[in-house]
């Protein structure tokens, strides 16, 4: 079977190389390029593709998380999407699952792995480069911490620069009820200071 391939990259030369890379393989055919998530929407409406590759950092408009939501949560569910990126944050890559992507590939991969995992998307099934299927699985193990929405007040009050007794104002608590709260996020998060705490929130979406 034939995979249809819509190309979503804001990169016209990262395009042009997938395009001629894609072309060499068997059963794979690339029925359309977007160079932004508004595009890729319209040419999967028009176009009907098994598979979107999709990058996530596309300039200006919506990113690819975005638009993969939008391509996921249409009638019949839309196309499988198969994410083509550089990034490999915990962040990048859980956004980008719970938007509805079928598998998450970095751009260094070897040819033939991308196109074993554009034959696995479109049927639907998960395709990991081996550093994120690692990744995913560890997170699994050790799930990101729960913090309580006081925790979440300080850690936010936190990450805008502020110090103990700015917060202790701010939420109308002590210096001593906030430092006590300080302990726990630390412990939980892993870190042992307060920059440590932010750049850990940050890279888990905490701060919601």
């Keep these: 079977m034939t995979v249809r391939i819509l190309l979503c ?17 068997p059963d794979i055919e690339v029925v359309g390029e977007a160079g932004t998530g508004e595009e890729a929407l319209a040419l999967a ?13 596309l300039g200006e408009g919506i990113d690819g998380v975005e638009t993969t939501r939008r391509l996921t949560s249409g009638p019949g569910g839309g196309p499988h999407v ?3 990126t550089t990034y490999d944050t915990d ?14 590939l970095l751009k260094a991969e070897r040819p033939e792995e991308l196109f074993a995992a554009i034959h696995t998307a479109a049927q639907g099934r998960t395709a990991l480069s081996a550093p994120i299927a690692g990744r995913v699985m560890a997170n699994m193990r050790n799930p990101r911490p729960t913090l309580t ?6 850690l936010g009050k936190l990450s805008q620069g502020l110090g103990n007794r ?10 001593a009820t906030v430092k006590t709260h300080l302990g726990r996020i630390y412990d939980k998060l892993g ?18």
Excluded: C, N, W
């Design 9 to 25: 990259d804001d990169h016209a030369v990262v395009r042009a190389g997938l395009l001629a890379l894609l072309d060499s393989a």
């Design 45 to 57: 409406a028009k176009l009907v593709p098994d598979v979107v590759l999709m990058d996530l950092q």
């Design 82 to 84: 198969l994410v083509l």
């Design 91 to 104: 962040a990048d890559i859980t956004r980008a699952i719970e938007a509805g992507a079928t598998g998450y």
């Design 149 to 154: 929405d006081r925790e979440r007040e300080i």
């Design 166 to 175: 700015e917060i202790a104002k701010a939420l109308f608590i002590s210096e």
């Design 191 to 208: 870190v042992d200071t307060r920059a440590g705490a932010v750049a850990v929130a940050k890279e888990q979406r905490l701060l919601g």
